[in-house]
Every structure is written in C-alpha cells, then in structure tokens.
C-alpha cells in the first residue's frame, strides 16, 4: 500500500515544481486550453444528442408504457454521456500532449536537468518522427481504453455493482491509461516503445494508481485538466527517473520507491486492476 502514497506524492511534487518555475508552466497551459475549447464543443455535442441517440439505437423500447420508456432511456442516455465522459478524460490527455509536443518535451527535459545537475536524455529524433510515433502510440493506447469502455458500459447494467464497484474499476484503469500517456513524454526521449512502456507500469500498479486515479478524478472537473497538466508531466517524469533507477532513494524518504530491479517487474504489488 506504500506505492499508492508514493503515486499520489509524485502527482504533488510535480505540482510544486511547475509552480516553481513559472515559464514552464505558463508554456506548459497553452495546448491544455486549446484542447480545451475542443472538447468542451464535443461533450455540449454529446448532451444535446445523447438522447436522439438513445432513441435512434432502442426502437423496440417505443410502444413502453410510462415511467418505463423514461426511465429506461434516461438511464441509457446518462450512460452514454458517462461513457463519452470516460473517453474524454482519457483521450484528453493523449491530444493535450499531441499538440503540446514541443512544450511539454521541453518541460521533461527541464525536469531531468534539474534532477540530474544538467543532463537530460535526448532521443535523437526529428520532431516529425516524435509525433508521429506520439500519434501512433496514443492511438493504440485509445483502442485499449475504447474496449474497456464498451465492456464496463456493458458491465454497467449489473444491478448495484453497475453503479458502485464498475464506476470504480473506470477510474482505476482511466488512472492507469493517464500515467501510461504522461510518462510516455520522459520514456520517449530514453527511447522506450509502448509495449515495455506498459511492462514497466504494470510493475508498479499501485504507484501508477496512486498517480493517475486521483489525476483522473480531479481532470473530471471542468479547467482542472489545463492547470494540472504542466504539474502532471513534471510528476511522471519524476516517477520515470526512480522507476529507472536514475534517481538514488534516499533512506529518509519514505516516498522512494525500490530498487530499479523490482521497477523491471521484480516483485511488483499485487491487486492489479489493468491488464493489457
């Protein structure tokens, strides 16, 4: 249970850096509020239409009696417009970090320097070839999170467990996703594909939870998601240098996490709740 307070520390101790420098984190709100404007013309979209849409997908359910047509396509609609939610949260990140490519490379870097005494891992790329295989990745990892949604909106229907212990299991793997597409900007520049990206993470579940849940809980308020997104990348990064063992753990810190051999999966906590 350690590693969900060392997750959590991560995600505040990347906050007190970008509130520490100023330029990072002024550059840093730029692609989160052009994202912004995008999504919340999307998800206004999805409001107005959920419903016409839940309409248009349950003909059978026109000849019901009330209340159980508006019950039943309420209920529908609301999950729809969840599920939409879902999505957002996920992918908002993945295209916050598309666009902001430059900037919050930029601002990884910084943090590596800072950490480090002046060096930072480059990947020797051209910015094209960054963002390209950032697009590609970030795809991926929304088809990932498109299953998921589709069989715990499916999962939803389940009396009781639909509306306590399912809503839960979204934002566990939403955390997860979130940390996996924040991480990628440090572990990009050390040259790290996706697939031992996510081996890495899965390693540590509970820290990637103890990052990305609360991220995820707080990105669901409207204009947080733009304020904590210089914070976050300054938070991942920092999780990436102990995960790799860049970062010597001090034995007073009580928030270190282990040796970089059990960051290679020796060892990992056990409970998972994401599997690939």
Do not use: N
């Amino acid at each position: 249970m350690r590693d969900l307070g060392a997750g959590f520390g991560y995600l505040v101790k990347g906050q007190r850096w970008a509130a520490g420098h100023g330029r990072s984190l002024g550059v840093g709100l730029l692609p989160g509020l052009i994202t912004l404007v995008l999504y919340a013309g999307a998800l206004v979209g999805l409001a107005y239409g959920a419903d016409d849409l839940v309409g248009w997908a349950t003909p059978f359910a026109d000849g019901w009696s009330s209340p159980w047509l508006g019950l039943f396509r309420g209920f529908l609609t609301a999950l729809v417009f969840v599920l939409g939610l879902f999505l957002a949260v996920i992918s908002f990140t993945a295209v916050t970090l598309l666009v902001g490519q430059p900037f919050y490379e930029k601002l990884s870097a910084d943090v590596d320097r800072a950490e480090s005494g002046g060096e930072a891992p480059e990947s020797g790329l051209s910015l094209a070839r960054e963002l390209w295989i950032s697009a590609r990745d970030s795809l991926r990892i929304l088809v990932r999170v498109a299953c998921y949604g589709v069989l715990l909106f499916g999962l939803g229907f389940i009396p009781v467990i639909g509306q306590s212990v399912i809503p839960a299991i979204g934002f566990c793997v939403t955390g997860f996703f979130l940390t996996e597409e924040l991480t990628a900007v440090a572990l990009q520049r050390r040259g790290m594909e996706l697939r031992p990206r996510l081996t890495l993470l899965r390693s540590r579940r509970l820290l990637v939870l103890g990052f990305g849940v609360p991220l995820a809980l707080a990105f669901v308020v409207p204009l947080v998601a733009v304020f904590l997104m210089p914070g976050a990348v300054a938070g991942a990064t920092l999780m990436v240098r102990d995960l790799l063992g860049e970062t010597e753990a001090r034995p007073d810190d009580e928030e270190q996490p282990d040796a970089p051999g059990r960051a290679a999966g020796q060892g990992g906590d056990g409970g998972a709740t994401v599997v690939q």
